[in-house]
Nanobody, 127 residues
């Protein structure tokens, strides 16, 4: 069973920096997209940054120029570097991935679609 294991997060002052890391633990046939979402209190979960299946990156307008997402050569882990943090960045950050895994017995094809979420890590930006 594949899981996304997150690390990083915590309390930082406005203008500070943090780094979040996420790694897929366990075997999976392929990971096609991987990145980060966040959910602030009272708000819907939103995309922060991710790698598309084509290898491109997408960022939320609110974090462009401040956050940078990167991934390792094996494409099963991502790191989000967050600079110039603002109180509005306070949220629970979730690692997310989509991909293919080997199908279960009785499934019509050799692979099945999987969507994975990490447990979430809290980022608090406050003085």
């Amino acid at each position: 069973q594949v899981q996304l294991v997150e690390s990083g997060g915590g309390l930082v002052q406005p203008g500070g920096s943090l780094r979040l890391s996420c790694k897929a633990s366990g075997s999976i046939f392929s990971i096609n997209t991987m990145g980060w979402y966040r959910q602030a209190p009272g708000k819907q979960r939103e995309l922060v940054a991710h790698f598309t299946s084509g290898g491109n990156t997408n960022y939320a307008d609110s974090v462009k120029g401040r956050f940078t997402i990167s991934r390792d050569s094996g494409k099963d882990s991502v790191t989000l570097r967050m600079n110039s943090l603002e109180p509005e960045d306070t949220a629970v950050y979730y690692c997310h991935a989509e991909g293919l895994d080997y199908a279960d017995d009785g499934d019509p094809g050799p692979y099945k679609y999987v969507e994975l979420w990490g447990q979430g890590t809290l980022v608090t930006v406050s003085s």
